[in-house]
């Protein structure tokens, strides 16, 4: 028989699936609930490079367990779309002209091609685009419930700056400190932004993470960053001036007789209020030498503290002691208030300040419970831990830290000065970009609106969206911090939607997030003109039973789209209140030298290359081969033509005569006995560990009943077609041909998958393992299920077992059927 030609065959099955929409979903009610799936892929950015090696892993992983559940009975909804705005369109615009949906346009058509290529039974009418109008309506459709729910709001926020660019950056176009693009130290520069509330869904979106079937590590990563901790709210009054207070969050209040000094972040907005006069000129100094660094860099535990002294005091409410109040840029505006109190003894960074900065130490822990007459006056020699008694702490002196805390906030509260409270690390969302590539916010600015109501920002009416982009002349930035659209002024200057007097748009843009936030409810009813998607299609098919893709999205992507869920179930426009039930992150393929592919290294593997040179499906079954989904692995190309000459076997195989012989079990009567029995447990292995999405091992079992069959000078229907069903899954283009040259017309992922009986699973012999005193000295045969005095029997008279039981006395045998013979002996 010819060699495999997948070149033709490929393309073959492809146009054959396209033609006749072989995995298109519908709602069938026929189907409850248990029968349906939603398996989802996170979604690609068309970038211009298209795809790398590393993107067709987790979709061939979802693809496999896709066309298994098919053939298992299951409708299932497998969709694919594409996270359409982003940077890298614009940027390019910036240099070139050329308009980002033109960019875009042909990134996608690359993607798709690229994709298809690689056989994916995806539900292609189902696709998305996240920077088309008819999508983005519906994103801007949910901006405006966010708003009217009192979750979207307006506020002065810091962003990168580049004053050589005159435009904010991303983070992602800082690289050490300066501009990608130009070299130019980036500063920090505070400009209007549209934050949404999302600290206002903390509690659910940590308490929810419990009925997840996440991995662990990304459910952690998500309650480290969400960061609940329990404490108090402590008022600090600023001494001489009435009425001016300064309220810090502190997770250890028992601590509160060892602040010393205050600290401020350089953003603060007291900083300007209580700066005397005289420390005016070296804390301005000090804001623009802050502003110029990022928060990686002010927060680097190795770098030397610096810090400004504001010339103002601040009142100690346990004990009424002026403490001086710092500016500093290791305290961020954007975690808790932006302010601390500083207890150097028990706490590094404030311990380091201190010391560079010869501020009292004072010591209010101390590790072993305070005896009478103990004295703790001495400033201690290094910063200690701040579990134990406390110590210098008035009449709150020797109680036990957990103990301190209760009685010590149960005071504050008494006292009107301080409260239990709650604090949480996550910071509302920042949710505006200084960009033209991205979704308009659709609201108005009025200022005679403003004058009527007290609110200024006013709503578009739902019936006006999409807000479609305008064309632009120019895609570079304005010079000013704002969006390319504030220079189109036509666009800009429009009409009220409440009283019809002048207003202004807004010119802020949605970050790349908004469109990924929601896209797999778009999924349901992509070209629904009147809902993002009709409720009877959510009903039937969310939440998504599985989504998989990299671990890089752990928690930004998968927390946006889990607030904006719960936002919408809230509204009850959806039926769960989670929408991703199960996450799999798929680990990162490496390049041959054991690194990450980059250009730079010059190993990226193209996959275009791969078809080219071995066919789609080599690609598919190797990247399923090289391990467990889950974890990271190099690039071999030596496996990848070991795997190549398994689907050319299996060619050959399917070009072997057919028989119609009817295989027992019975192996006296039936030499194929064996085999047969080989193939029901190959069934029962493939199908548990496609279930569990363990391919590696799947393709393994194939490959040794394959290596069987290929003995064999006649193939036996039988003994063929159940192989032939399971390869399809992983290679679908091989599957497809094979099941055609045996006489089938259509798609064979319409077929039922093979049963297995288990009878004919169980081993017929087994390996018994013989050890003396703990260590393997002989093996040998025997029927399953044999009982343990005849295992013993078998052992005791194998020959060379005789040398290492000569001269000992046997104290007892452990045997464990079907397993094991341990012999324990003694001198």
Sequence with gaps: ????????????????????????????????REKRRYVLDMFPYPSAQGLHVGHPEGYTATDIYCRYLRMKGFNVLHPMGFDAFGLPAENYAIKTGTHPALTTAANIEKFRSQIKALGFSYDWDREVDTSSPEYYRWTQWIFLQLFKKGLAYEAESPINWCPSCKTGLANEEVKDGVCERCGTRVSRKRIRQWILKITAYAERLLADLDGLDWPEPVKLMQRNWIGRSEG???????????????????????TLFGATYMVLAPEHALVEKITTPEQKIPVAAYLEAAAKKSDLERTDLAKEKTGVFSGAYAINPVNNKKIPIWIADYVLISYGTGAIMAVPAHDERDWDFAKKFDLPIVRVVAAEKPTPGADYSAEPEACTAADGYAVNSGQFTGLATRDAISAIVDWLDKQGIGRRAVNYKLRDWIFSRQRYWGEPIPVVHCEQCRGESGSAIIPLDEKELPLRLPEVESYAPTGTGESPLANITAWVNTTCPRCGGPAKRETNTMPQWAGSCWYYLRYLDPKNGGAFAAKEKVDYWAPVDLYVGGVEHAVLHLLYARFWHKVLYDLGLVNTQEPFQRLVNQGMILGEDNQKMSKSRGNVINPDDIIKNYGADSMRVYEMFMGPLE???????AGLVGVSRFLERLWLIGGKPLSGEAVTADTEKNPRGELLKLLHRTIKKVSADTETLNFNT???????????????????????EPLVKMVSCYAPHLGEELWEKLGHTGSVSSEPWPAWDEGLCAESEVTIVVQVRGKIRDKFTAPAGTDRAELEKKARELPGLKKWLEGRTVVKVITVPDKLVNIVTRE
């Design 698 to 720: 799947a393709i393994s079992a194939m490959m040794i009943y394959s290596n069987e069959l290929a003995k064999l000078p006649e193939l036996p229907r039988t003994l063929w």
């Design 631 to 637: 974890v990271t692995k190099p690039w071999l190309t």
């Design 1 to 32: 028989m010819a060699k495999y030609p997948f070149e033709t065959i490929e393309p073959k099955w492809q146009k054959y699936w396209e033609e006749h929409k072989t995995f298109k979903a519908e709602e069938d009610p026929s189907f409850p």
């Design 232 to 254: 108090a709210n402590v008022v600090f009054k600023i001494d001489g001036d009435e009425g001016e207070e300064l309220e810090i969050y502190t997770t250890r209040p028992d």
